[in-house]
């Protein structure tokens, strides 16, 4: 069984977040259109929030990470085929 690289994995997480971040800032107004009620708690960031997101991304990129390891996932094809079954 290959080894979990934690490094990866918290910079998966912390990628993930800021893209993640980045996605709902730059579609914050059409969503704000669609769905005003939505947009009343995004006044101001929350920090337990934001901590729970990245706790849960850290978790997630774990959790993949194992799977990947588990099954010695070390080649492309195998990654994609892994990727269309996730």
């Not at 991304?57 to 269309?84: C, E, H, K």
């Amino acid at each position: 069984m290959r080894e979990i690289n934690y490094l990866a994995v918290v910079v998966v997480a912390v990628a993930a977040f800021v893209l993640s971040t980045a996605w709902y800032i730059a579609f914050a107004k059409q969503r704000a259109e669609l769905c005003p009620a939505a947009m009343a708690d995004m006044k101001k960031p929350q920090p337990l929030k934001m901590l729970i997101e990245v706790v849960r991304n850290i978790l997630l990129a774990y959790v993949l990470a194992y799977f990947v390891a588990r099954l010695g996932i070390a080649d492309w094809p195998a990654a994609i085929q892994f990727s269309l079954l996730v």
